[in-house]
């Protein structure tokens, strides 16, 4: 194109960027559940992108077990629509169940079968044939340490490995996503990082994990993004840093040799809340300037320990809730059994 200036100027072709995004091995939108009258599920949206963990957060009754029954088949949604591995889990049930493993708050264990016959039961399920199930049983015998154990009964099983045989059961078809409800209630820590371990490896193999659990610190663990429930519906979602940032600071806790040395700190920190049973004083803290007006002010003879922590998703889950994490309620343990 000619200019006044005897210069010419080329069009070039447009520069196109595309931005290639992953699918979403969940997606939820206006779920609603209720038994009786009890409307457990709102109207819930949630999206769970392919290979990540995903952790749903919620106080006692909030429908976390009712949105995985409903997402893995085992209930049916009053009204909403679910897809999972692209499948509409109400038209496509069948299709859905061959893409998925469950792992529940109740195990799916028979305790009188070897820890092997449990697996091969599972292997038979799924459809495997004989040379492809001996030798995907004895890889997972051997993946979740139970390979000296593999000949006696699961009823002999510590804790820690009926949960790993549990969830070993779960990807003996090789599940593209996992449901955990609840996975590492009432483990030992060791046995619930091992389970975290065995987790991160799911999803470093590509696998999505949609998560339920009352410990906060799991989900911080594990989770890429976190999803709180209250009262039906999601009212926070994010990243665990995110969600943290949303709560000022942390705190500071104190701990005294005596109590009147804390009811002395009691008097100079008004704000500070005070346990008496425990002999601890507790306060927010909001960087460094708090945390030196509360050093300033000790005695060292009359401290017996001093913590400072950041914001965590317990913080945030009291700040967003107005009570912390609990157990199921009535009606959903009595919907899962």
Not at 289 to 304: F, K, N, P, Q, T
Request: charged share 25%; glycine share 8%; proline share 3%.
């Amino acid at each position: 194109m000619p200019t006044d200036r005897g210069l010419t100027l080329t069009w070039r072709q447009p520069l196109i960027i595309v931005f290639m995004t992953r699918n979403n091995a969940i997606s939820v939108a206006g779920l609603h559940k209720s038994y009786g009258g009890n409307e457990v599920l709102k109207g819930v949206d949630l999206e769970v992108p392919e290979g990540s963990v995903y952790a749903l957060l919620g106080p006692n009754g909030s429908g976390k077990t009712t949105a995985v029954n409903i997402c893995s088949t085992l209930l049916t949604a009053d009204a909403g629509e679910v897809r999972v591995a692209g499948f509409d889990v109400r038209r496509e049930s069948d299709q859905v169940r061959r893409c998925i493993g469950v792992t529940g708050q109740f195990s799916a264990i028979d305790e009188f079968h070897t820890g092997r016959e449990n697996l091969k039961l599972m292997a038979d399920l799924n459809h495997l044939d004989r040379r492809r199930a001996t030798t995907v049983v004895d890889d997972l015998l051997e993946r979740f340490e139970l390979g000296e154990a593999a000949g006696r009964k699961a009823q002999t099983y510590s804790g820690g490995m009926k949960r790993r045989l549990d969830l070993a059961m779960t990807l003996i078809g090789s599940p593209r996503l996992i449901f955990l409800d609840e996975p590492t209630t009432g483990l030992d820590p060791r046995s619930r990082r091992e389970l975290w371990q065995i987790v991160r490896e799911q999803v470093a193999e590509g696998v999505t994990v949609l998560l339920t659990t009352q410990h906060l610190d799991e989900a911080d663990q594990l989770a890429h993004r976190v999803g709180v429930l209250d009262g039906g519906r999601i009212i926070a979602e994010g990243t665990p840093a995110q969600l943290k940032s949303r709560v000022p600071g942390g705190h500071v806790e104190v701990q005294f040799t005596d109590a009147a040395a804390l009811a002395a700190m009691a008097v100079v920190l008004p704000e500070a809340t005070v346990d008496q049973d425990a002999l601890t004083l507790r306060m927010a803290n909001e960087g460094v300037a708090s945390l030196r007006r509360v050093l300033d002010r000790l005695d060292d003879d009359a401290v017996a320990g001093l913590t400072v922590r950041s914001a965590e998703l317990d913080d945030v889950f009291l700040a967003l809730t107005g009570h912390r994490a609990e157990t199921q309620n009535k009606e959903e343990m009595e919907a899962v059994r």
